[in-house]
C-alpha cells in the first residue's frame, strides 16, 4: 500500500476546494454574518484565464455592503482585498426594481454553455419576502441573454463595486 503525504493531501483539498467555487461560497457566508442583517443582493463575479477580477459582493436592506476578492493590479498580478461601505437605500430599491422589469424571479436558475472556457462566471441572488432566487450565468449571448449580461452590469454600477474596490 502507497502512503501519500499529508502536505500533498491537504494540497488536493485545498484545490478542489477552490475550483468548486467553495471559497467563493464561504466569503459571501462571512459577508452575510459580518452585517447581522440579512442580505438582500450578492453578486459573485468568478475568474477568467486572463486578468478578470474575482469578488462577492453582499448588500443588506439598510445599503452596508461588503466586497471581498482579488484584482489584478498595473503589474498584472492579482492582490486580494476586502472592504466595506454603506450605500442609500435607493440603490437596493432600484435593483430590484430592474429585477422586476427582467422578471428575475420567473428567470432560469442557469445560462451556463458548456463549452466555453473563457467567460467569468457571474451568479446573482436575490431575496424578497423571504424567497432567494439565484441565476448563474457563463456564457455568451447566445447562451445568456443580453438583458441579464446587462443587469449584472448594473447591480455593480449600482454597488459602486469598480469605483470603491478600485478594479481596473
Known sequence: MQKYSPILALFV????????????YISGQK??????????????R????????IYVASVDKDGNVQVSGSKANTEGTFKEFSISYKLNT???????????????????DEYVDPYITDIPEMKIS?????????VRTYGLEDTVPVF??????????????????GII
Open 90 to 108: 435607493s440603490a437596493v430599491d432600484e435593483i430590484f426594481a430592474e429585477a422586476a422589469v427582467i422578471n428575475f424571479f420567473s428567470l432560469n
Open 31 to 44: 459577508n452575510a454574518a459580518a452585517t447581522n442583517q440579512e442580505v438582500v443582493v450578492t453578486i459573485e
Open 46 to 53: 468568478g475568474p477568467c484565464f486572463g486578468f478578470c477580477p
Open 13 to 24: 483539498l485545498v484545490a478542489l476546494t477552490v475550483v468548486s467555487g467553495t471559497v467563493i
Open 126 to 134: 436575490l431575496t424578497k419576502d423571504g424567497v432567494t432566487k439565484s
Open 148 to 165: 441579464l449580461t446587462e443587469f449584472g452590469e448594473k447591480v455593480d454600477e449600482l454597488l459602486q463595486i469598480k469605483a470603491r474596490a
